[in-house]
């Protein structure tokens, strides 16, 4: 009986290690980015996964601007991005003309909050200062590397997005704000594992 014991619980270990090491796999991310502007700080890293063929596209992303620039700032968003269309103009690259998400983002610090403090009155602001909600586009490059070479592809890509905030001010001042006063542009590098 002790041996069958110690069999089924080396079994049992060696499944669980199995388990573990595909689980721990699958956690890794299928590629990481860095940002210039676009509404994730003034530069901003962050690492994403890949899903149902590669057309959704998700990511996580801390932002930070730096005293020079405006700041301090600290920022973390998440986004989510859907790619209708793609190119391949050859074996090696592809194109996305125009992918559409949406993301978050969320602002620290003591003026940006998300509950209303006491000093303001009911409903004195619509809006929380430190969560904007995001539309946005992309439009990418991508190379693809060879096999075995650890890094599947490198993309670089133009992101143009607009919150909830700048949208419903310039549609309530039309001909007070220039579509460039609501609309953010940013740059990235993204690479693929």
Not at 3 to 32: C, H, N
Not at 89 to 116: A, C, E, H, M, T
Not at 156 to 175: D, I, Q, R
Request: zero cysteines; glycine letters at 10%; hydrophobic letters at 40%.
């Amino acid at each position: 009986m002790k041996r069958m014991l110690r069999w089924a619980a080396l079994l049992a270990t060696g499944v669980a290690s199995t388990s573990y090491a595909q689980f721990a796999k699958e956690l890794i991310p299928d590629f990481a980015q860095i940002q210039y502007a676009g509404s994730n700080g003034w530069m901003g890293l962050g690492a994403g996964y890949e899903l149902f063929d590669r057309r959704l596209r998700t990511n996580l992303q801390y932002g930070y601007v730096p005293p020079a620039k405006g700041g301090p700032l600290h920022l973390f968003s998440g986004a989510i991005f859907y790619q209708p269309v793609r190119f391949r103009p050859g074996s090696r690259f592809q194109i996305n003309p125009l992918d559409f998400g949406v993301k978050g983002s969320y602002q620290f610090g003591n003026d940006y909050f998300f509950n209303l403090p006491s000093r303001y009155p009911p409903n004195y602001y619509w809006w929380k200062p430190a969560f904007r909600l995001h539309l946005a586009t992309e439009s990418s490059l991508s190379f693809k590397l060879r096999p075995h070479s650890g890094i599947r592809s490198l993309s670089a890509y133009l992101e143009f997005n607009t919150n909830e905030l700048y949208l419903v001010s310039y549609v309530l001042n039309a001909g007070s704000l220039r579509i460039g006063e609501v609309v953010k542009a940013g740059i990235g590098i993204r690479v693929g594992f």
